[in-house]
């Protein structure tokens, strides 16, 4: 049973013992009604800047690779799998990924000061804003996510890459929630994802043993609610074959103390420092 905790105010000890324990967490209410309609109003003028591209670039697909790989530094567009030709807005699976550097909305909603509260909360070491993500999961054709660990894709030494989860619309198992298994962030990192000969980019196997649907546990969230993801916790979530759509952003935070291997697929340019809360 996934136990839920009001955001607002200072973490409290059980909030910090459950998320010890199950390597997620998650704060209702952390994201105001007002503060969640300047997000999806600020998406829907960025999908109205872009230019549609000659060549859509799916998210994962090989071909995108250098529009993927340039894109920790900017703010680009990723389409869903099953798009065919839908409007953009309907179409596109992520923006990422510096939104929190390069958009004045976002910018100002990951540095408010309760995300800086709740990373001294976390006991977050010198907590820096790596990545910044609008996750669309549109109606009828949202992509399913696999098992993964976000420090595979977000590696320092020693590793430190902590996941937020922004609701900006309810998700619910049916439009493909996120999904967790509780305690999971205490097994090993099970894959190495970065840049390997000539940067191309790898997926390595560390440790074989699959994550079982069956250890799954449905994180639903309501507008608003933020879930905090330990690095290592194994999380997925599934299709949305709804007709609701299930809208979220995201950030990732590392410690700017820990080294940041150079085979990180995110590379971020000397100009462009790392910033704090
Ligand atoms: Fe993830």
Request: hydrophobic share 40%; charged share 25%; proline share 5%.
């Amino acid at each position: 049973m996934v136990t839920r905790f009001k955001a607002g105010g200072p973490l409290g000890a059980d909030a910090r013992g459950f998320y010890d324990e199950h390597g997620f967490l998650i704060l209702d209410g952390f994201a105001s009604a007002a503060e969640r309609s300047a997000l999806l109003d600020r998406i829907d003028a960025l999908v109205d800047g872009f230019e549609t591209p000659h060549s859509r670039t799916v998210f994962g697909e090989h071909a995108g690779d250098r529009y993927f790989l340039e894109s920790g530094d900017k703010v680009r567009f990723f389409f869903e799998q099953d798009a065919g030709g839908r409007p953009l807005r309907q179409a596109l699976n992520k923006i990422g990924h510096a939104l929190h550097d390069l958009d004045p909305v976002f910018d100002t909603f990951f540095h408010s000061g309760r995300f800086r509260q709740l990373a001294r909360d976390l006991r977050l070491n010198a907590p820096r804003l790596l990545q910044s993500m609008v996750i669309f999961k549109q109606p009828g054709i949202g992509g399913a996510v696999n098992w993964h660990q976000d420090a595979t894709f977000l590696r320092t030494e020693p590793e430190s890459v902590t996941g937020f989860w922004i609701a900006l619309e309810d998700a619910t198992l049916e439009n493909g929630c996120l999904q967790a298994i509780p305690g999971g962030h205490r097994g090993p990192l099970r894959q190495w994802f970065g840049r390997g000969e000539a940067a191309m980019l790898e997926t390595r196997t560390l440790d074989d043993r699959p994550f079982e649907d069956a250890d799954a546990t449905p994180l639903e969230a309501e507008a608003g609610a933020l879930i905090v993801l330990h690095g290592r916790a194994p999380h997925m979530s599934r299709r949305n074959l709804s007709a609701k759509s299930r809208c979220a952003v995201t950030l990732h935070v590392i410690d700017g103390e820990a080294a940041y291997p150079a085979d990180n697929w995110l590379q971020r340019p000397a100009d462009m420092p790392l910033r704090g809360f």
